[in-house]
Nanobody, 124 residues
Framework: QVQLVESGGGLVQAGGSLRLSCTAS????????VGWFRQTPGKAREFVAG????????NYGASVKGRFTISRDNAKSTVSLQMNSLKPEDTAVYYC?????????????????WGQGAQVTVSS
């Protein structure tokens, strides 16, 4: 089994930056694709970014493209999400997830393992 833990969330002013980390334990995620999703109350889960097992392919949601960067360090079983130029509408609970097929897909249904989430709040 793979356990995922998000860290790095918090409160930041609009225009600021935060870096989220997703650390795996139990089993390595070096062969898994990893994605970040976010959700606010009453809204559907939204794809934020994804990265393939090798890091060679990345994928971003339209609302964060150009502002967020996903990266991974397989030696540390960690995937990071650097978030710059944050906006109040980026406020959400952010989840990392891993998928066994190794892809960077935006489809949440294909992800096999999920973290518990980290709150990101952007004040105006």
């Amino acid at each position: 089994q793979v356990q995922l833990v998000e860290s790095g969330g918090g409160l930041v002013q609009a225009g600021g930056s935060l870096r989220l980390s997703c650390t795996a334990s139990g089993r390595t995620i070096s062969t898994h694709g990893v994605g970040w999703f976010r959700q606010t109350p009453g809204k559907a889960r939204e794809f934020v970014a994804g990265i393939s097992w090798s890091g060679g392919s990345t994928n971003y949601g339209a609302s964060v493209k150009g502002r967020f960067t996903i990266s991974r360090d397989n030696a540390k079983s960690t995937v990071s999400l650097q978030m710059n130029s944050l906006k109040p509408e980026d406020t959400a609970v952010y989840y990392c997830a891993a998928r066994r097929d190794g892809t960077s897909s935006s489809l949440w249904a294909g992800y096999n393992y999920w973290g518990q989430g980290a709150q990101v709040t952007v004040s105006s």
